[in-house]
Protein backbone atom coordinates (compact mmCIF):
# COMPACT_ATOMS: atom_id res chain seq x y z
CA UNK A 1 0.00 0.00 0.00
CA UNK A 2 1.11 2.98 0.93
CA UNK A 3 5.10 3.03 1.61
CA UNK A 4 6.47 4.75 4.84
CA UNK A 5 8.45 7.40 4.52
CA UNK A 6 11.54 7.13 7.22
CA UNK A 7 11.43 8.97 10.39
CA UNK A 8 12.96 12.51 9.74
CA UNK A 9 15.32 13.17 12.54
CA UNK A 10 14.09 16.35 14.90
CA UNK A 11 10.25 15.95 14.18
CA UNK A 12 7.47 13.38 15.46
CA UNK A 13 7.18 12.43 12.29
CA UNK A 14 7.24 8.55 13.49
CA UNK A 15 5.77 6.72 10.05
CA UNK A 16 3.64 9.33 8.95
CA UNK A 17 4.50 10.03 4.83
CA UNK A 18 6.28 12.86 4.13
CA UNK A 19 3.81 14.57 2.22
CA UNK A 20 1.46 14.77 5.45
CA UNK A 21 4.08 16.34 7.59
CA UNK A 22 4.78 19.04 5.28
CA UNK A 23 1.54 20.24 4.77
CA UNK A 24 1.39 20.08 8.59
CA UNK A 25 4.33 22.22 8.52
CA UNK A 26 6.60 19.90 11.06
CA UNK A 27 9.12 20.34 8.45
CA UNK A 28 10.21 22.52 5.55
CA UNK A 29 9.95 22.29 2.02
CA UNK A 30 12.34 20.61 0.26
CA UNK A 31 14.27 23.42 -1.52
CA UNK A 32 14.94 25.44 2.26
CA UNK A 33 16.13 22.03 3.19
CA UNK A 34 18.74 21.44 0.35
CA UNK A 35 19.88 24.85 0.91
CA UNK A 36 20.32 24.41 4.96
CA UNK A 37 22.83 21.75 3.37
CA UNK A 38 24.69 24.49 1.17
CA UNK A 39 27.94 25.42 3.52
CA UNK A 40 28.83 28.55 1.03
CA UNK A 41 24.81 29.56 1.43
CA UNK A 42 24.15 29.19 5.02
CA UNK A 43 27.76 31.14 5.87
CA UNK A 44 25.97 33.75 3.10
CA UNK A 45 23.32 34.02 5.41
CA UNK A 46 24.78 34.42 8.18
CA UNK A 47 27.33 37.13 6.61
CA UNK A 48 24.13 38.89 5.67
CA UNK A 49 22.60 38.58 8.87
CA UNK A 50 25.41 40.02 10.45
CA UNK A 51 25.73 42.74 8.48
CA UNK A 52 22.16 43.95 8.84
CA UNK A 53 22.84 43.63 12.42
CA UNK A 54 25.47 46.25 12.15
CA UNK A 55 23.17 48.36 9.91
CA UNK A 56 20.07 48.07 12.75
CA UNK A 57 22.21 48.39 15.69
CA UNK A 58 24.55 50.61 14.65
CA UNK A 59 23.46 53.46 17.30
CA UNK A 60 24.02 50.69 20.06
CA UNK A 61 27.61 49.00 19.36
CA UNK A 62 29.38 52.42 17.91
CA UNK A 63 31.81 53.39 20.04
CA UNK A 64 31.82 57.09 18.97
CA UNK A 65 29.57 59.36 17.36
CA UNK A 66 30.59 58.79 13.40
CA UNK A 67 30.39 62.49 12.54
CA UNK A 68 32.49 63.77 16.09
CA UNK A 69 35.92 65.35 15.04
CA UNK A 70 38.10 64.25 17.69
CA UNK A 71 41.02 67.27 18.38
CA UNK A 72 43.05 64.39 20.03
CA UNK A 73 41.58 61.92 17.02
CA UNK A 74 44.96 62.80 14.64
CA UNK A 75 48.38 62.74 15.17
CA UNK A 76 50.59 66.17 16.07
CA UNK A 77 50.86 66.42 12.52
CA UNK A 78 47.65 66.08 11.62
CA UNK A 79 47.57 62.30 10.48
CA UNK A 80 45.27 59.79 11.12
CA UNK A 81 45.47 57.67 14.21
CA UNK A 82 45.88 53.67 13.62
CA UNK A 83 43.67 51.12 15.35
CA UNK A 84 44.36 51.53 19.62
CA UNK A 85 41.51 50.59 22.51
CA UNK A 86 40.20 54.26 21.70
CA UNK A 87 39.49 53.83 18.21
CA UNK A 88 39.59 50.23 17.42
CA UNK A 89 39.69 50.51 13.95
CA UNK A 90 41.98 53.69 13.98
CA UNK A 91 40.54 57.77 12.66
CA UNK A 92 40.36 58.99 9.32
CA UNK A 93 41.72 62.31 7.95
CA UNK A 94 39.11 64.56 10.17
CA UNK A 95 40.25 62.70 13.46
CA UNK A 96 36.38 60.97 13.25
CA UNK A 97 36.22 57.28 14.82
CA UNK A 98 36.59 55.17 11.90
CA UNK A 99 34.58 52.10 13.32
CA UNK A 100 31.58 53.94 14.23
CA UNK A 101 31.85 55.04 10.81
CA UNK A 102 31.84 52.01 9.04
CA UNK A 103 28.84 51.00 11.88
CA UNK A 104 26.81 53.74 10.62
CA UNK A 105 28.01 53.05 6.51
CA UNK A 106 26.79 49.92 6.91
CA UNK A 107 22.85 51.67 7.06
CA UNK A 108 23.87 53.65 3.84
CA UNK A 109 24.85 51.01 1.87
CA UNK A 110 22.68 48.15 2.86
CA UNK A 111 19.98 50.38 2.16
CA UNK A 112 20.87 51.46 -1.41
CA UNK A 113 21.41 48.53 -1.94
CA UNK A 114 18.19 46.88 -0.86
CA UNK A 115 16.30 49.90 -2.85
CA UNK A 116 18.60 50.10 -6.08
CA UNK A 117 18.00 46.13 -6.03
CA UNK A 118 13.97 46.10 -4.98
CA UNK A 119 13.31 49.21 -7.96
CA UNK A 120 15.78 46.98 -10.29
CA UNK A 121 14.04 43.91 -9.81
CA UNK A 122 10.60 45.63 -9.78
CA UNK A 123 11.17 47.42 -13.32
CA UNK A 124 13.25 44.28 -14.57
CA UNK A 125 10.03 42.29 -13.85
CA UNK A 126 7.20 44.41 -15.18
CA UNK A 127 9.27 44.83 -18.50
CA UNK A 128 10.32 41.22 -18.81
CA UNK A 129 6.98 40.32 -18.20
CA UNK A 130 5.09 42.70 -20.60
CA UNK A 131 7.68 42.03 -23.41
CA UNK A 132 7.16 38.15 -22.80
CA UNK A 133 3.28 37.95 -22.22
CA UNK A 134 2.23 40.53 -24.74
CA UNK A 135 4.70 39.85 -27.70
CA UNK A 136 4.41 41.54 -30.75
CA UNK A 137 5.21 45.18 -31.92
CA UNK A 138 5.64 45.82 -27.69
CA UNK A 139 7.73 42.90 -27.13
CA UNK A 140 10.15 44.24 -30.18
CA UNK A 141 10.40 47.65 -28.65
CA UNK A 142 10.90 46.42 -25.02
CA UNK A 143 13.85 44.08 -26.06
CA UNK A 144 15.42 46.45 -28.71
CA UNK A 145 15.53 49.16 -25.71
CA UNK A 146 17.27 46.55 -23.63
CA UNK A 147 19.65 45.86 -25.84
CA UNK A 148 20.50 49.58 -26.33
CA UNK A 149 20.86 49.62 -22.81
CA UNK A 150 23.33 46.87 -22.48
CA UNK A 151 25.48 48.25 -24.73
CA UNK A 152 25.94 51.52 -22.80
CA UNK A 153 28.91 51.29 -20.00
CA UNK A 154 27.06 51.08 -17.06
CA UNK A 155 29.38 52.93 -14.73
CA UNK A 156 29.80 55.99 -17.37
CA UNK A 157 25.50 55.84 -17.60
CA UNK A 158 25.71 56.03 -13.66
CA UNK A 159 28.01 59.05 -13.48
CA UNK A 160 26.00 60.40 -16.29
CA UNK A 161 23.22 60.24 -14.45
CA UNK A 162 24.25 61.24 -11.12
CA UNK A 163 25.92 64.10 -12.28
CA UNK A 164 22.31 65.55 -14.22
CA UNK A 165 20.15 64.79 -11.35
CA UNK A 166 23.12 66.04 -8.21
CA UNK A 167 23.00 63.08 -6.17
CA UNK A 168 21.85 62.20 -2.92
CA UNK A 169 21.06 58.83 -1.13
CA UNK A 170 17.75 58.29 -3.25
CA UNK A 171 18.88 59.43 -6.44
CA UNK A 172 22.08 57.29 -6.52
CA UNK A 173 19.60 54.20 -5.55
CA UNK A 174 17.48 55.37 -8.61
CA UNK A 175 20.21 55.79 -10.71
CA UNK A 176 21.70 52.54 -9.35
CA UNK A 177 18.19 50.66 -10.74
CA UNK A 178 18.42 52.55 -13.75
CA UNK A 179 21.62 51.02 -14.73
CA UNK A 180 20.86 47.27 -12.76
CA UNK A 181 17.18 46.10 -14.70
CA UNK A 182 18.57 45.14 -18.34
CA UNK A 183 19.59 41.44 -17.01
CA UNK A 184 16.65 41.41 -14.83
CA UNK A 185 14.48 42.06 -17.53
CA UNK A 186 16.21 39.45 -19.98
CA UNK A 187 15.83 36.84 -17.74
CA UNK A 188 12.17 37.26 -16.70
CA UNK A 189 11.26 37.27 -20.61
CA UNK A 190 13.10 34.30 -21.38
CA UNK A 191 10.75 32.48 -18.37
CA UNK A 192 8.04 34.33 -19.17
CA UNK A 193 8.19 33.21 -22.55
CA UNK A 194 8.49 29.53 -22.06
CA UNK A 195 6.10 29.78 -19.19
CA UNK A 196 3.53 31.12 -21.94
CA UNK A 197 4.00 28.24 -23.91
CA UNK A 198 2.64 25.81 -21.86
CA UNK A 199 -1.03 24.71 -21.83
CA UNK A 200 -2.45 25.88 -19.15
CA UNK A 201 -1.72 29.44 -20.02
CA UNK A 202 -3.57 28.58 -23.16
CA UNK A 203 -6.06 26.92 -21.45
CA UNK A 204 -6.76 30.12 -19.16
CA UNK A 205 -7.11 32.53 -22.70
CA UNK A 206 -9.53 29.48 -24.61
CA UNK A 207 -11.33 29.46 -20.90
CA UNK A 208 -11.60 34.16 -21.23
CA UNK A 209 -9.68 34.16 -18.06
CA UNK A 210 -8.60 38.09 -18.01
CA UNK A 211 -5.29 38.97 -18.58
CA UNK A 212 -4.46 40.31 -15.22
CA UNK A 213 -6.13 37.25 -13.77
CA UNK A 214 -3.93 35.04 -15.71
CA UNK A 215 -0.53 36.95 -15.30
CA UNK A 216 -0.98 37.24 -11.75
CA UNK A 217 -2.74 33.80 -11.00
CA UNK A 218 -1.02 31.97 -13.36
CA UNK A 219 2.09 33.47 -14.71
CA UNK A 220 3.45 35.31 -11.26
CA UNK A 221 3.70 32.26 -9.25
CA UNK A 222 6.29 30.85 -11.34
CA UNK A 223 8.39 33.77 -11.29
CA UNK A 224 8.52 33.43 -7.54
CA UNK A 225 11.89 31.76 -7.25
CA UNK A 226 13.56 33.78 -9.71
CA UNK A 227 12.41 36.67 -8.22
CA UNK A 228 14.12 35.56 -4.66
CA UNK A 229 17.18 34.77 -6.45
CA UNK A 230 17.69 38.13 -8.30
CA UNK A 231 15.79 40.05 -5.08
CA UNK A 232 19.34 38.61 -3.14
CA UNK A 233 22.07 37.93 -5.76
CA UNK A 234 21.33 41.37 -7.37
CA UNK A 235 22.33 43.13 -3.81
CA UNK A 236 25.89 42.08 -4.19
CA UNK A 237 25.90 44.15 -7.35
CA UNK A 238 24.31 47.06 -6.35
CA UNK A 239 26.31 47.29 -2.91
CA UNK A 240 29.43 46.87 -5.25
CA UNK A 241 27.83 50.03 -8.01
CA UNK A 242 27.21 52.03 -4.74
CA UNK A 243 30.41 52.03 -3.04
CA UNK A 244 32.25 52.38 -7.02
CA UNK A 245 29.74 55.69 -7.26
CA UNK A 246 30.86 56.80 -3.76
CA UNK A 247 34.09 56.32 -4.47
CA UNK A 248 34.26 58.42 -7.71
CA UNK A 249 32.43 61.15 -5.62
CA UNK A 250 29.20 61.01 -7.59
CA UNK A 251 27.51 58.45 -4.84
CA UNK A 252 26.57 59.54 -1.37
CA UNK A 253 27.99 62.95 -0.36
CA UNK A 254 29.92 63.35 2.79
CA UNK A 255 29.47 63.71 5.25
CA UNK A 256 26.77 61.07 5.25
CA UNK A 257 29.36 57.78 5.67
CA UNK A 258 29.41 55.36 3.24
CA UNK A 259 32.06 52.89 2.46
CA UNK A 260 32.99 53.62 -0.65
CA UNK A 261 32.90 57.77 0.32
CA UNK A 262 35.24 56.99 3.39
CA UNK A 263 37.97 55.23 1.15
CA UNK A 264 37.85 58.02 -1.38
CA UNK A 265 38.02 61.11 1.10
CA UNK A 266 41.30 58.77 1.91
CA UNK A 267 43.27 58.39 -0.89
CA UNK A 268 45.97 60.58 -0.30
CA UNK A 269 46.62 59.66 2.79
CA UNK A 270 46.16 56.11 2.22
CA UNK A 271 49.92 54.82 2.00
CA UNK A 272 50.93 56.21 5.37
CA UNK A 273 47.37 55.31 6.77
CA UNK A 274 46.50 51.91 5.16
CA UNK A 275 43.62 50.86 7.31
CA UNK A 276 41.28 53.48 6.28
CA UNK A 277 41.19 51.76 2.89
CA UNK A 278 41.65 48.51 4.56
CA UNK A 279 38.24 48.00 6.55
CA UNK A 280 35.57 49.88 4.49
CA UNK A 281 36.67 47.62 1.40
CA UNK A 282 36.92 44.51 4.22
CA UNK A 283 33.52 45.23 4.95
CA UNK A 284 32.34 45.87 1.18
CA UNK A 285 33.92 42.25 0.18
CA UNK A 286 32.13 41.05 2.96
CA UNK A 287 28.68 42.16 2.44
CA UNK A 288 28.89 41.64 -1.46
CA UNK A 289 30.01 38.24 -1.15
CA UNK A 290 27.35 37.45 1.95
CA UNK A 291 25.02 38.60 -0.53
CA UNK A 292 26.50 36.68 -3.40
CA UNK A 293 27.21 32.87 -1.60
CA UNK A 294 23.38 33.65 -0.19
CA UNK A 295 21.71 34.15 -3.48
CA UNK A 296 23.87 31.43 -5.61
CA UNK A 297 22.27 29.12 -3.17
CA UNK A 298 19.24 30.18 -3.21
CA UNK A 299 19.94 29.58 -7.10
CA UNK A 300 20.73 26.32 -6.41
CA UNK A 301 18.58 24.75 -3.78
CA UNK A 302 15.49 26.40 -6.13
CA UNK A 303 17.21 24.46 -8.70
CA UNK A 304 16.89 27.12 -11.54
CA UNK A 305 21.00 26.30 -12.56
CA UNK A 306 21.87 22.78 -13.40
CA UNK A 307 23.08 20.71 -10.49
CA UNK A 308 26.76 20.78 -9.85
CA UNK B 1 25.36 32.26 -42.66
CA UNK B 2 25.48 35.43 -44.73
CA UNK B 3 21.91 36.57 -44.11
CA UNK B 4 22.68 36.19 -40.33
CA UNK B 5 25.14 38.13 -40.01
CA UNK B 6 23.84 41.16 -41.92
CA UNK B 7 21.21 41.15 -39.96
CA UNK B 8 23.24 41.07 -36.60
CA UNK B 9 25.36 43.90 -38.43
CA UNK B 10 21.75 45.71 -39.25
CA UNK B 11 21.05 45.06 -35.22
CA UNK B 12 24.19 46.50 -34.35
CA UNK B 13 23.82 49.35 -35.92
CA UNK B 14 20.46 50.21 -34.96
CA UNK B 15 21.64 49.84 -31.13
CA UNK B 16 24.56 52.09 -31.90
CA UNK B 17 21.71 54.76 -32.85
CA UNK B 18 19.69 54.17 -29.59
CA UNK B 19 23.07 54.43 -27.68
CA UNK B 20 23.75 58.12 -29.82
CA UNK B 21 20.19 59.44 -29.18
CA UNK B 22 20.31 58.15 -25.51
CA UNK B 23 23.81 59.82 -24.90
CA UNK B 24 22.50 62.89 -26.94
CA UNK B 25 19.38 63.79 -24.33
CA UNK B 26 22.04 63.16 -21.19
CA UNK B 27 24.65 65.41 -22.69
CA UNK B 28 22.47 67.88 -23.10
CA UNK B 29 20.38 67.54 -20.04
CA UNK B 30 23.68 68.03 -17.98
CA UNK B 31 23.42 71.11 -15.23
CA UNK B 32 25.97 73.22 -16.86
CA UNK B 33 26.06 75.91 -20.05
CA UNK B 34 28.84 74.58 -22.46
CA UNK B 35 29.25 77.84 -24.23
CA UNK B 36 29.55 79.58 -20.67
CA UNK B 37 32.76 76.92 -19.99
CA UNK B 38 34.67 77.78 -23.34
CA UNK B 39 33.80 81.46 -22.74
CA UNK B 40 35.41 81.54 -18.86
CA UNK B 41 34.38 83.38 -16.16
CA UNK B 42 35.12 86.55 -16.86
CA UNK B 43 33.85 86.84 -19.94
CA UNK B 44 30.44 89.40 -21.18
CA UNK B 45 26.74 88.23 -21.99
CA UNK B 46 27.82 88.57 -25.47
CA UNK B 47 31.01 86.59 -26.38
CA UNK B 48 29.05 83.46 -24.48
CA UNK B 49 26.05 83.89 -26.77
CA UNK B 50 28.41 84.39 -30.01
CA UNK B 51 30.05 80.85 -28.49
CA UNK B 52 26.85 79.64 -28.53
CA UNK B 53 25.71 80.87 -31.90
CA UNK B 54 29.26 78.86 -33.58
CA UNK B 55 28.60 75.91 -31.84
CA UNK B 56 25.01 75.88 -32.93
CA UNK B 57 23.71 75.33 -29.04
CA UNK B 58 20.91 77.41 -29.84
CA UNK B 59 19.24 75.50 -32.38
CA UNK B 60 16.43 73.45 -31.69
CA UNK B 61 17.70 69.86 -30.12
CA UNK B 62 16.88 67.45 -32.88
CA UNK B 63 18.31 69.65 -35.46
CA UNK B 64 21.69 69.72 -33.47
CA UNK B 65 21.10 65.50 -33.53
CA UNK B 66 20.50 65.56 -37.13
CA UNK B 67 23.34 67.52 -37.88
CA UNK B 68 25.52 65.21 -35.57
CA UNK B 69 24.92 62.44 -37.31
CA UNK B 70 25.94 63.23 -40.47
CA UNK B 71 29.23 64.84 -39.35
CA UNK B 72 29.55 61.42 -37.76
CA UNK B 73 29.17 59.64 -41.31
CA UNK B 74 31.17 61.72 -42.68
CA UNK B 75 33.85 60.54 -39.24
CA UNK B 76 33.90 63.74 -38.05
CA UNK B 77 32.99 63.56 -34.51
CA UNK B 78 33.64 67.39 -33.83
CA UNK B 79 36.04 69.47 -31.66
CA UNK B 80 35.59 69.22 -27.71
CA UNK B 81 34.21 72.10 -26.51
CA UNK B 82 37.50 72.16 -23.41
CA UNK B 83 40.24 71.23 -25.67
CA UNK B 84 41.59 72.83 -28.29
CA UNK B 85 41.36 69.64 -30.29
CA UNK B 86 39.51 67.19 -32.97
CA UNK B 87 37.36 64.40 -30.81
CA UNK B 88 38.95 62.06 -33.14
CA UNK B 89 42.44 62.67 -31.99
CA UNK B 90 41.69 62.89 -28.45
CA UNK B 91 40.13 59.59 -28.96
CA UNK B 92 42.67 58.17 -30.95
CA UNK B 93 45.84 59.39 -28.25
CA UNK B 94 43.52 57.27 -25.84
CA UNK B 95 42.51 54.39 -27.63
CA UNK B 96 46.34 52.58 -27.28
CA UNK B 97 46.54 52.48 -23.23
CA UNK B 98 42.73 51.54 -23.25
CA UNK B 99 43.38 49.01 -26.00
CA UNK B 100 46.32 47.43 -23.83
CA UNK B 101 44.82 47.57 -20.62
CA UNK B 102 42.01 45.52 -21.91
CA UNK B 103 43.77 42.99 -23.37
CA UNK B 104 45.94 42.38 -20.55
CA UNK B 105 43.58 42.21 -18.28
CA UNK B 106 41.64 39.74 -20.24
CA UNK B 107 44.97 38.15 -20.11
CA UNK B 108 45.14 37.52 -16.45
CA UNK B 109 41.52 37.01 -16.40
CA UNK B 110 42.05 33.80 -18.59
CA UNK B 111 45.35 33.16 -16.70
CA UNK B 112 43.79 33.35 -13.30
CA UNK B 113 40.29 31.63 -14.02
CA UNK B 114 41.33 29.13 -16.35
CA UNK B 115 43.57 26.75 -14.33
CA UNK B 116 41.82 27.33 -11.26
CA UNK B 117 38.35 26.16 -12.98
CA UNK B 118 40.37 23.00 -14.19
CA UNK B 119 41.93 22.25 -11.19
CA UNK B 120 38.71 22.83 -9.20
CA UNK B 121 36.83 20.78 -11.45
CA UNK B 122 39.62 17.94 -11.14
CA UNK B 123 39.35 17.94 -7.79
CA UNK B 124 36.03 17.97 -7.52
CA UNK B 125 34.22 18.00 -3.73
CA UNK B 126 38.10 18.31 -2.51
CA UNK B 127 39.13 21.71 -0.55
CA UNK B 128 40.98 22.67 -3.57
CA UNK B 129 37.98 22.85 -4.71
CA UNK B 130 36.31 24.81 -2.60
CA UNK B 131 39.44 26.68 -2.11
CA UNK B 132 39.39 27.75 -5.77
CA UNK B 133 35.53 28.54 -5.38
CA UNK B 134 35.98 30.31 -2.24
CA UNK B 135 38.77 32.80 -3.94
CA UNK B 136 36.44 32.92 -6.93
CA UNK B 137 33.42 34.41 -5.02
CA UNK B 138 35.35 36.86 -3.14
CA UNK B 139 37.04 37.94 -6.53
CA UNK B 140 33.37 38.55 -8.14
CA UNK B 141 32.82 40.59 -4.72
CA UNK B 142 35.85 42.98 -4.60
CA UNK B 143 35.31 46.24 -6.03
CA UNK B 144 37.87 47.03 -7.77
CA UNK B 145 39.20 50.43 -6.62
CA UNK B 146 39.69 48.55 -3.25
CA UNK B 147 41.72 45.77 -5.09
CA UNK B 148 43.71 48.61 -6.68
CA UNK B 149 44.62 50.51 -3.72
CA UNK B 150 45.37 47.28 -1.90
CA UNK B 151 47.58 46.02 -4.34
CA UNK B 152 49.30 49.85 -5.00
CA UNK B 153 49.87 49.55 -1.04
CA UNK B 154 51.34 46.02 -1.40
CA UNK B 155 53.26 45.43 -4.35
CA UNK B 156 54.19 49.31 -4.97
CA UNK B 157 54.78 50.68 -1.70
CA UNK B 158 55.62 48.02 0.84
CA UNK B 159 57.59 45.81 -1.51
CA UNK B 160 58.07 48.51 -4.47
CA UNK B 161 58.42 45.80 -7.42
CA UNK B 162 56.12 48.01 -9.26
CA UNK B 163 55.66 52.00 -9.81
CA UNK B 164 53.15 53.63 -8.13
CA UNK B 165 50.74 54.72 -11.07
CA UNK B 166 50.74 56.10 -14.29
CA UNK B 167 51.74 54.63 -18.00
CA UNK B 168 54.63 53.97 -19.54
CA UNK B 169 56.37 50.76 -19.57
CA UNK B 170 55.45 46.83 -19.06
CA UNK B 171 55.42 47.47 -15.51
CA UNK B 172 53.32 49.75 -15.39
CA UNK B 173 50.45 47.52 -16.75
CA UNK B 174 50.66 44.55 -14.18
CA UNK B 175 48.90 45.82 -11.05
CA UNK B 176 46.34 47.92 -13.07
CA UNK B 177 45.61 44.52 -15.14
CA UNK B 178 45.21 42.21 -12.24
CA UNK B 179 42.98 44.66 -10.48
CA UNK B 180 41.08 44.47 -13.66
CA UNK B 181 41.14 40.99 -14.19
CA UNK B 182 40.79 39.13 -10.68
CA UNK B 183 36.44 39.61 -10.80
CA UNK B 184 36.39 38.36 -14.14
CA UNK B 185 38.88 35.63 -13.28
CA UNK B 186 36.66 34.44 -10.56
CA UNK B 187 33.88 34.09 -13.26
CA UNK B 188 35.77 32.88 -15.44
CA UNK B 189 37.11 30.00 -12.89
CA UNK B 190 33.46 29.28 -12.34
CA UNK B 191 32.27 28.82 -15.75
CA UNK B 192 35.31 26.77 -16.89
CA UNK B 193 34.61 24.25 -13.36
CA UNK B 194 31.06 23.59 -14.80
CA UNK B 195 31.68 23.10 -18.47
CA UNK B 196 34.93 20.78 -17.39
CA UNK B 197 32.82 18.82 -14.72
CA UNK B 198 29.95 18.28 -17.61
CA UNK B 199 32.59 16.78 -20.24
CA UNK B 200 34.06 14.85 -17.04
CA UNK B 201 31.08 13.34 -16.76
CA UNK B 202 30.78 11.86 -19.76
CA UNK B 203 30.35 8.35 -20.37
CA UNK B 204 34.01 7.94 -22.13
CA UNK B 205 35.89 9.80 -19.71
CA UNK B 206 34.70 7.75 -16.72
CA UNK B 207 35.74 5.09 -17.93
CA UNK B 208 39.17 5.82 -18.63
CA UNK B 209 39.39 7.00 -15.27
CA UNK B 210 37.95 4.07 -14.02
CA UNK B 211 40.32 1.80 -15.60
CA UNK B 212 42.94 4.23 -14.13
CA UNK B 213 44.51 5.60 -17.18
CA UNK B 214 44.05 9.40 -17.17
CA UNK B 215 42.11 10.34 -20.08
CA UNK B 216 44.03 10.40 -23.15
CA UNK B 217 45.35 13.46 -24.81
CA UNK B 218 42.77 13.41 -27.71
CA UNK B 219 40.02 13.25 -24.73
CA UNK B 220 41.50 16.30 -22.87
CA UNK B 221 41.92 18.28 -26.17
CA UNK B 222 38.69 17.65 -26.74
CA UNK B 223 37.39 17.95 -22.90
CA UNK B 224 39.39 21.72 -23.60
CA UNK B 225 37.71 22.62 -26.59
CA UNK B 226 34.52 22.44 -24.63
CA UNK B 227 35.03 24.03 -21.88
CA UNK B 228 36.90 26.98 -23.78
CA UNK B 229 33.42 27.12 -25.08
CA UNK B 230 31.42 29.48 -22.61
CA UNK B 231 34.62 31.22 -22.29
CA UNK B 232 34.87 32.43 -25.29
CA UNK B 233 31.80 34.17 -25.59
CA UNK B 234 32.38 36.13 -22.12
CA UNK B 235 35.91 37.20 -23.49
CA UNK B 236 33.73 38.19 -26.28
CA UNK B 237 31.67 40.38 -23.87
CA UNK B 238 34.71 41.35 -21.93
CA UNK B 239 36.14 43.44 -24.92
CA UNK B 240 33.24 45.65 -24.79
CA UNK B 241 33.15 45.88 -21.14
CA UNK B 242 36.83 46.72 -20.19
CA UNK B 243 36.72 49.14 -23.27
CA UNK B 244 34.56 51.83 -21.65
CA UNK B 245 33.86 50.35 -17.91
CA UNK B 246 36.80 50.62 -16.84
CA UNK B 247 36.67 53.74 -15.50
CA UNK B 248 37.47 53.23 -11.61
CA UNK B 249 40.95 51.37 -12.41
CA UNK B 250 42.10 53.95 -14.62
CA UNK B 251 41.16 56.53 -11.71
CA UNK B 252 43.04 54.53 -9.18
CA UNK B 253 46.07 54.43 -11.42
CA UNK B 254 45.92 57.50 -13.37
CA UNK B 255 45.27 55.62 -16.29
CA UNK B 256 45.18 57.28 -19.58
CA UNK B 257 42.22 55.47 -21.01
CA UNK B 258 38.65 56.25 -22.94
CA UNK B 259 37.05 56.05 -19.27
CA UNK B 260 39.22 58.43 -17.52
CA UNK B 261 38.08 60.65 -21.05
CA UNK B 262 34.70 60.67 -20.64
CA UNK B 263 34.54 60.48 -16.96
CA UNK B 264 36.12 64.27 -16.96
CA UNK B 265 34.44 65.09 -19.84
CA UNK B 266 30.73 64.78 -18.33
CA UNK B 267 32.45 67.00 -15.59
CA UNK B 268 33.29 69.62 -17.75
CA UNK B 269 30.22 69.21 -20.12
CA UNK B 270 32.77 68.89 -22.82
CA UNK B 271 29.80 67.39 -25.62
CA UNK B 272 31.25 66.09 -28.08
CA UNK B 273 33.64 64.24 -26.36
CA UNK B 274 31.04 62.71 -24.30
CA UNK B 275 29.07 61.56 -27.08
CA UNK B 276 32.26 60.49 -29.07
CA UNK B 277 33.95 58.42 -26.22
CA UNK B 278 30.50 56.41 -25.34
CA UNK B 279 29.86 55.75 -29.04
CA UNK B 280 33.20 54.73 -29.41
CA UNK B 281 32.37 52.44 -26.35
CA UNK B 282 29.39 50.75 -27.09
CA UNK B 283 30.59 50.30 -30.62
CA UNK B 284 33.21 47.74 -28.87
CA UNK B 285 30.28 46.69 -27.06
CA UNK B 286 28.58 45.71 -30.00
CA UNK B 287 31.31 44.05 -31.59
CA UNK B 288 32.59 42.19 -28.99
CA UNK B 289 29.50 40.10 -28.76
CA UNK B 290 29.49 39.72 -32.97
CA UNK B 291 32.75 38.44 -32.48
CA UNK B 292 31.29 35.97 -29.77
CA UNK B 293 28.34 34.90 -31.62
CA UNK B 294 30.81 34.40 -34.73
CA UNK B 295 32.92 32.32 -32.86
CA UNK B 296 30.76 30.22 -31.11
CA UNK B 297 29.74 28.31 -33.86
CA UNK B 298 33.36 28.05 -35.69
CA UNK B 299 34.30 25.97 -32.39
CA UNK B 300 31.45 23.75 -31.94
CA UNK B 301 30.30 22.79 -34.94
CA UNK B 302 26.64 21.55 -33.01
CA UNK B 303 25.91 26.04 -33.33
CA UNK B 304 24.65 26.45 -36.35
CA UNK B 305 22.26 29.22 -37.07
CA UNK B 306 19.19 29.17 -39.70
Given amino acids: MAQQAAPVEGTTGGNTPLNERVSAGRVAPAW ?21 VMAFAAPLLAPHDPARQYFDGLT ?25 RILYGARVSLLVGVLANGAAVLLGLIIGVVAGYFRGVTETILMRITDVMTAFPAL ?11 PSLWIVALVIALVNWVWIARAIYAQVLSIGQREFVEAAGALGVGTFR ?65 FPGVAIVLTSLSFNLFGEALRDSLDLAERR | MIAYLSQRVLQAAGVLLGVSIITFLLAFLLPADPARMIAGRSATVATVESIREQ ?30 ADVTRIIRSRLAPTLQLALVGILFELLIGLPMGMIAAIKRGT ?73 L ?34 VGLDIGVFMGGIVIVESVFGWPGIGQMIWQAIQLVDIPVIMGGVLVTALFVVLGNLLADLVYPALDPRIRYS
Avoid: C
Fill in chain 1, 32 to 52: LRRFMKNGAGVTGLIGVIIVL
Fill in chain 1, 76 to 100: DFGDPLPPSERFPLGTDTLGRDLAS
Fill in chain 1, 156 to 166: ILAIALAAILR
Fill in chain 1, 214 to 278: TLFRHILPHLVSTLMVFGTLGISTTVLLEASLSFLGVGVQPPTPSWGGIINESQSYFLDAPWLVA
Fill in chain 2, 55 to 84: LGLNRPLPQQYVTYLGNLLKGDFGRSYAQK
Fill in chain 2, 127 to 199: WVDQGVMAFAFVGVSAPQFVVGLLLIYFFAYLIPIFPLGGYGTARHIVLPAIAVGLAGGGWYARVTRSAMIDV
Fill in chain 2, 201 to 234: RQGYVRTARAKGVFPSKVVFKHVLKNAVLPVVAL
